[in-house]
């Protein structure tokens, strides 16, 4: 389900996140606690919510040095396909 505006957090848009950061993949455990990470910040927009989540994910760095390049999206903007 899409969120009705671009700041209202979804399902949708937690997995766009998710699909731009393939190296979660990896961590089905990490992506539970960021999916929790998340909606727990939810009520302050989601990018507020993304970027806590994907400070979650940096904070795993030790699991795996990948993790230390999650990104939040507007650096998608600058990566080449």
């Known amino acids: 389900m899409r969120a009705k505006t671009l700041d209202e957090c979804s399902e949708a848009g937690f997995g766009?996140?998710?699909?731009?950061?393939?190296?979660?993949?990896?961590?089905?455990d990490l992506m539970w606690v960021i999916r929790r990470v998340y909606w727990r910040n939810a009520k302050l927009g989601h990018a507020t919510a993304?970027?806590?989540?994907?400070?979650?994910?940096?904070q795993y760095s030790q699991l795996d040095p990948a993790l230390t390049s999650?990104?939040?999206g507007e650096e998608l903007n600058h990566v080449q396909a």
């Open 16 to 28: 766009d996140f998710i699909l731009a950061n393939p190296c979660l993949d990896r961590h089905p």
């Open 50 to 58: 993304v970027k806590a989540a994907a400070k979650c994910a940096r």
């Open 70 to 72: 999650i990104t939040v």
